[in-house]
């Protein structure tokens, strides 16, 4: 039986805001016992922000690609965040005229400068010219960004960034326009694991939804995963389903089950 769903939010639950059908279905699953969470690429404020008045979260938040993990009540009760010396090392070797670096550090958005293709992403950010040069960042670096419209440049710097760091840093394409350096290790799925511990649920009592690479490694690894059906080729081949929307997900979910009671 799926007792819990761990969902995404940038285009899988969020469009420019969480639409009625969705949440009434969530609601309306919460109700029957099936625990809602949500994994995200967001900072936790971010998170909490775009939920809280359309859906009754009563499940925990993973945040930032799985560097951060908060329960029910909000408590943080697991951070993996990148060391400092090897956040140090990532800036001092990157060089890009046509990207720009952002970091997820202390619950905040960090851009190096301004970027009109990070406002697609959000406007919630700070621009701190001068956070290359800080002397210590305290091990709260969650993750470390690059983003720009220029596809060809980000995978250039995927190709470089792989190279010099693979033994401590998993890092991928989060959306389109957007790149992602997490500690080795630190990951949706990993996050997801480490709930499922503290629930004493294994992982086919989890159904897992997602749209985006940075949800591959939850989607790949559970029975009952959902790919949004506009998602990328990658994205859609990980899930063993797909799904036109979260309340689609749901009505399917709820399928299975019954058909699990026999």
Same mark, same amino acid.
């Given at each position: 039986?799926?007792?819990? &769903?761990?969902?995404?939010?940038?285009?899988?639950?969020?469009?420019?805001?969480?639409?009625?059908? %969705?949440? #009434?279905?969530?609601?309306?699953?919460?109700?029957?016992?099936?625990?809602?969470?949500?994994?995200?690429?967001?900072?936790?404020?971010?998170?909490?922000?775009? #939920?809280?008045?359309?859906? +009754?979260?009563?499940?925990?938040?993973?945040?930032?690609?799985?560097?951060? &993990?908060?329960?029910?009540?909000?408590?943080?009760?697991?951070?993996? #965040?990148?060391?400092?010396?090897?956040?140090?090392?990532? @800036?001092?070797?990157?060089?890009?005229?046509?990207?720009?670096?952002?970091?997820?550090?202390?619950?905040?958005?960090?851009?190096?400068?301004?970027?009109?293709?990070?406002?697609?992403? +959000?406007?919630?950010?700070?621009? %701190?010219?001068?956070? /290359?040069?800080?002397?210590?960042?305290?091990?709260?670096?969650?993750? @470390?960004?690059?983003?720009?419209?220029?596809?060809?440049?980000?995978?250039?710097?995927?190709?470089?960034?792989?190279?010099?760091?693979?033994? *401590?840093?998993?890092?991928?394409?989060?959306?389109?326009?957007?790149?992602?350096?997490?500690?080795?290790? *630190?990951?949706?799925?990993?996050? @997801? @694991?480490?709930?499922?511990?503290?629930?004493?649920? +294994?992982?086919?009592?989890?159904?897992?939804?997602?749209?985006?690479?940075?949800?591959?490694?939850?989607?790949?690894?559970?029975?009952? +995963?959902?790919?949004?059906?506009?998602?990328?080729?990658? *994205?859609?081949?990980? /899930?063993?389903?797909?799904?036109?929307? *979260? %309340?689609?997900?749901?009505?399917?979910?709820?399928?299975?089950?019954?058909?699990?009671?026999?």
């Amino acid at each position: 039986m799926i007792k819990y &769903i761990f969902c995404d939010l940038d285009g899988t639950l969020y469009h420019n805001g969480i639409s009625e059908e %969705d949440a #009434t279905a969530i609601n309306d699953i919460e109700k029957s016992g099936i625990k809602f969470n949500i994994a995200t690429g967001r900072v936790f404020t971010q998170a909490v922000k775009m #939920t809280q008045d359309d859906i +009754s979260m009563n499940g925990y938040y993973i945040c930032e690609n799985g560097s951060y &993990i908060y329960d029910c009540n909000k408590n943080l009760v697991f951070k993996g #965040t990148i060391d400092d010396n090897i956040v140090k090392k990532v @800036i001092a070797l990157y060089e890009s005229d046509k990207a720009t670096m952002y970091f997820k550090y202390n619950g905040k958005v960090v851009l190096l400068e301004d970027n009109d293709c990070f406002k697609i992403y +959000s406007n919630e950010y700070l621009v %701190d010219k001068e956070f /290359a040069t800080k002397n210590t960042y305290n091990g709260l670096v969650g993750n @470390i960004g690059i983003v720009s419209k220029d596809v060809d440049e980000l995978y250039r710097l995927e190709s470089f960034l792989i190279e010099e760091f693979n033994d *401590v840093l998993d890092i991928y394409f989060s959306s389109e326009y957007t790149l992602n350096l997490v500690p080795k290790g *630190v990951s949706k799925h990993e996050a @997801i @694991i480490n709930v499922c511990k503290v629930l004493e649920v +294994s992982l086919d009592e989890i159904a897992t939804i997602g749209d985006s690479p940075n949800d591959i490694s939850m989607l790949e690894t559970t029975k009952y +995963s959902f790919a949004m059906k506009n998602s990328r080729k990658e *994205v859609i081949e990980s /899930a063993n389903y797909t799904a036109d929307a *979260v %309340d689609d997900a749901i009505r399917k979910i709820k399928e299975i089950n019954k058909n699990l009671k026999g």
